[in-house]
């Protein structure tokens, strides 16, 4: 019997197995956008949010995947549906489930982290106080804290890695903030932005605890480990 066989793609609704090594990794053209169901999945779109979100350039993808920078970009810009044996080389070099191309939740993308499951942390002397308000080990998201300081009281922090940010909403009293010979006094609903890659001191001050909430912003592939402490 002759005919042909039409290759199964990740945008077809399938979860099978990767094929063996020598099935042909050969990415089909994407359908059209007035011909493709609205139920399925945008592999290019999810393509390009996993490896941003992960910091990974094509190149480096490409690398790890072992499927060509050209395919990567043909597929994320919709003008090719990767075959199955593709798509699992991709997730592999994400280092992500096969799922996530096709937009399933990942793992840690609804966690509740309750109030009295957060460590505190003190810097010497007690008077900073810091609650880590984000998951530990989920390396797409910032880091956020809750600070306290207390009055007439501060703190110096060093330089973090270079590239470093650091971004401040203060929600009670005041804080001082001095950093590369720049200084500023924020109240309540005040936001700082400032480079932390080079020694920095935070000062209180009013008569009252001050609080805010300060989110790390790290240059990509260089995030340490956290230690909520040190600010």
């Known amino acids: 019997m002759t005919g042909t066989t039409k290759r199964k793609s990740v945008n077809a609704k399938t ?74 080389k991709i997730a592999n070099g994400l280092g992500v489930p096969f799922g996530a191309l096709l937009g399933e939740p990942m793992p840690g993308d609804f966690v509740v982290h309750r109030r009295d499951q957060m460590q505190v942390l003190y810097s010497e002397g007690r008077a900073l106080r810091s609650r880590a308000l984000f998951p530990s080990g989920d390396a797409r998201v910032a880091e956020m804290y809750e600070l306290s300081l207390d009055p007439g009281a501060e703190e110096r922090a060093s330089a973090h890695i270079p590239g470093t940010r650091e971004q401040i909403l203060v929600t009670d009293g005041q804080l001082q903030v001095e950093s590369a010979g720049s200084q500023a006094v924020l109240t309540v609903g005040d936001v700082l932005f400032f480079c932390a890659d080079r020694p920095h001191r935070y000062h209180n001050p009013g008569k009252e605890t001050m609080r805010c909430i300060l989110v790390m912003l790290y240059p990509r592939d260089r995030k340490p480990p956290v230690d909520a402490a040190k600010v």
């Not at 994407?30 to 945008?42: F, N, Q, V, Y």
């Not at 094509?58 to 199955?84: C, D, F, H, W």
């Open 15 to 88: 979860k099978s197995p990767a094929r063996s090594s020598t099935a042909a990794d050969v990415a089909e053209p994407a359908a059209s956008a007035d011909a493709s169901p609205a139920h399925e999945p945008r592999v290019g779109d999810n393509l390009r949010i996993l490896r941003m979100e992960r910091g990974m350039s094509l190149a480096e993808l490409a690398e790890r995947s072992e499927v060509s920078k050209a395919m990567l970009n043909q597929i994320e810009m919709g003008k090719s549906s990767p075959t199955i044996a593709l798509g699992w």
